[in-house]
């Protein structure tokens, strides 16, 4: 998988922008705020249709513009593709994809990313709900069928928490709570099964990342904690997840009617990483939470990769900065062996070998070029 250019107008601070791009390791360069960032933004959602820094798409228009837009020139097993963008401020975006127009869901997918920030090394002893968006995100990207599960597991969600609501309000009868119950359960069981498939899949691919960038001193695990299993080992297989699920929205109706909210189900769940059998969120140290965020990383690459066929864009937002040299040097000798196709950021040229290495760019006021 490849992109080959993009071109943004009235995008962010570019008023104007034709660039083509490496098949290898792209460096842009520049101090911060001149738009380097804004270059992985519109690639990352390209691929996802969604920023990863604003949740308004009226953000993403140039300051005193009523429009903009994005393309983006790609190839998926050297099939090439074009994906436009049209922004306007007041009015839903439109997609098309080789001129078709297309919708949202038949957009995660098609183009595959994997972006690392200097948010993402705070993966570990952030929120759970960072490592559920981490996991879904990449499962989303190697499988639609899961991102459309996904949604209908959120929808039935938000729909059972209503008449929680409604019931604590003495406006319904707990009975009302039968129908959806097991349509929960279902689609709980689907999504919670295929998550700890690929758990299984990244715990083998990030314990090998680990180990290579540890120089083999570190091992680590990858375990998915489930909601509602009282420590203990809930079933994997789907027909059996779904009954337990029935039977645990049951035992928590009570308390779920008093709080006005669902408290078991994939929404609550999360992403335990160990080192060498101690949770790293927890006990691990500083230089061990990075390692893993990065071995996290990188093995989402190997996971697109055996899912798909092709490994995805790798987009680095200034993270060489908040890297050791060891690790910097690890990181790119990985990405040269793979032939990635890399967007790398970064302030100071000095955090590179000086060896030729890739396509550097210098980023000035939304102006960028060849250096």
């Known amino acids: 998988m490849l992109v080959h250019a993009i071109a943004l107008k009235n995008y962010r ?22 738009g380097k960032t804004n270059l992985l933004e519109a690639i990352c959602y390209a691929s996802l249709g969604r920023s990863h820094r604003t949740h308004q798409d009226g953000d993403l228009i140039r300051f005193g ?4 837009s994005l393309q983006l ?26 001129g078709e127009p297309i919708r949202q869901k038949e957009l995660v997918g098609t183009l595959n990313t994997v972006l690392f920030s200097p948010e993402d090394l705070f993966l570990i002893k952030g929120a759970p709900a960072e490592r559920r968006r981490f996991l879904d995100g990449e499962i989303s990207q ?14 039935l969600v938000a729909q059972r928490n209503a008449l929680l609501k409604r019931i604590r309000e003495r406006r319904a009868a707990p009975a009302a709570l039968a129908p959806w119950e097991p349509q929960l359960a279902a689609s709980a069981a689907r999504v919670t099964a295929k998550r700890l498939e690929v758990v299984r899949k990244l715990g083998m691919l990030a314990n090998l990342m680990q ?63 160990a080192v060498n059998g101690v949770n790293l969120r927890s ?11 990065l071995s996290l990383k990188l093995s989402e690459l190997e996971f697109l990769r055996s899912e798909t066929g092709e490994y ?57 070029a060849r250096m």
């Not at 513009?65 to 903009?68: F, K, L």
């Not at 040269?336 to 210098?362: C, M, N, S, V, W």
Request: some cysteine; overall charge neutral; hydrophobic content about 40%.
């Open 211 to 273: 180990r290579r960038i540890s120089g083999s001193q570190e091992n680590l695990a990858l375990s998915l904690v489930i909601e509602g299993s009282g420590g203990e080992a809930p079933p994997t297989v789907t027909n059996a997840l779904e009954t337990w699920y029935n039977e645990k929205l049951q035992e928590c109706r009570e308390n779920d009617i008093a709080r006005g909210a669902t408290t078991v189900g994939p929404h609550r769940d999360d992403l335990m990483l």
């Open 142 to 155: 190697a499988s639609p069928a899961y991102y459309h599960e996904l949604a209908t597991y959120q929808r």
């Open 73 to 98: 020139a790609f190839s998926r097993f050297a099939a090439q593709s074009r994906l436009e963008f049209l922004f306007a401020r007041g009015r839903r975006r439109k997609i098309s994809l080789n």
């Open 283 to 293: 006990f691990g140290s500083q230089g061990q939470q990075r390692t893993g965020a």
């Open 13 to 34: 601070n570019y008023e104007s922008l034709t660039l083509t791009l490496d098949e290898g390791i792209n460096i842009f360069l520049g101090a911060n705020a001149q």
């Open 312 to 368: 995805p864009i790798l987009l680095l937002d200034d993270v060489m900065s908040e890297l050791d040299a060891d690790r910097r040097q690890a990181l790119l000798a990985f990405l040269r062996k793979e032939h990635i196709q890399t967007i790398i950021t970064a302030t100071d040229a000095a955090y590179f070998p000086r060896a030729p290495l890739g396509t550097r760019y210098r980023v000035a006021a939304g102006q960028v």
């Open 65 to 68: 513009q009523e429009a903009g």
